[in-house]
């Protein structure tokens, strides 16, 4: 009956009808990626032709969770600075972002914080494609997005029992529908054909040991999960922060001095981004024209 349960709330979810839908740039994009001649110039023309998705692109880039020390001012330098599957996924969070913030502005702007923390945790490892990383810290929670959207009967009843038993979002989901919004996020990752690592990220993130091949970097975002949490940067549907991995805490290996370091640093980054979300909301202040 357990498998029977978990396998309806499983299909309600790969098929979400509530979501809006992506836009068909991305099918488009992928086809040119795929397609070795396709330079970073062609996919730039495309994506600036939907203007307010491309000002909300460079915008994206521009924020304090990528850091970069220059401003980047068009399309083109976005692909080759951050990579194809960076910029896909930035797609899917700016065509999302709206309807998130309207939903649950503070668990956007907790997706935001994971972001910043996951960019200074990823760079002060040394890890391979920090941005990456962070991306994947921005959509992090986006199953329970799907949860709230596509089970609303079922999300009532975990909110309930949350408030009941004074437990954890995430137990009360595993209770109720026999998953949680972990997993629920690695299937809506797939179905959105983002690639494996940044789907295992997004379905790893509260127990890295599943990881097949991303363990260290789902420490980093797990680790700057908790860390946000604790540090009350926007909200991730309850006030409780999760138990740290042991696992994760081997695998990042920080010593009381490289926390204090981390802390004061997310800190200073986290300023930079207070009022982000309505920032980019804003289609084009006029600041940055996107360009091919």
Same mark, same amino acid.
């Given at each position: ?166 437990? !954890?979002?995430? /137990?009360? @989901? ?5 998953? %949680?919004?972990?997993? =629920? ?5 797939? *179905?959105?054909?983002? !690639?494996?690592? /940044?789907? @295992? ?5 509260? %127990?890295?040991?599943? =990881? ?5 970097? *789902? ?25 740290? *991995? ?47």
């Amino acid at each position: 009956m357990e498998d029977e349960k978990r396998q309806t709330f499983k299909n309600a979810l790969r098929n979400t009808k509530n979501l809006p839908t992506l836009p068909g740039i991305i099918n488009k994009l992928t086809r040119m990626a795929d397609n070795p001649d396709t330079t970073t110039e062609q996919i730039g023309k495309v994506i600036s032709k939907d203007h307010i998705l491309a000002a909300k692109l460079l915008k994206l880039v521009n924020s304090a969770f990528y850091g970069f020390p220059q401003r980047i001012s068009s399309l083109s330098g976005a692909i080759i600075l951050l990579g194809f599957n960076v910029v896909k996924s930035l797609i899917i969070s700016a065509s999302i972002f709206e309807f998130m913030e309207d939903q649950d502005i503070e668990l956007w702007e907790h997706s935001l914080a994971c972001a910043v923390a996951c960019s200074v945790i990823a760079k002060r490892l040394g890890a391979d494609e920090p941005e990456e990383i962070s991306t994947a810290g921005l959509i992090h929670d986006i199953g329970k997005v799907a949860i709230k959207m596509e089970l609303t009967a079922e999300y009532k009843k975990i909110n309930n029992m949350m408030q009941e038993k004074h437990i !954890p979002m995430r /137990l009360a @989901e595993m209770e109720i529908l026999g998953l %949680d919004h972990a997993e =629920a996020g690695g299937w809506l990752t797939k *179905s959105w054909n983002l !690639p494996h690592k /940044l789907v @295992e990220l997004v379905a790893c993130h509260h %127990d890295p040991r599943k =990881a097949k091949t991303e363990q260290l970097n *789902s420490s980093i975002i797990h680790f700057a999960d908790l860390l946000v949490r604790g540090m009350g940067y926007g909200h991730a549907g309850d006030d409780k922060v999760p138990m740290l *991995s042991k696992r994760a805490w081997q695998l990042l290996d920080f010593s009381p001095e490289d926390i204090r370091g981390i802390i004061d640093e997310v800190e200073d980054n986290l300023w930079d981004v207070k009022g982000f979300s309505l920032e980019i909301k804003s289609d084009s202040d006029g600041e940055m024209e996107p360009e091919g």
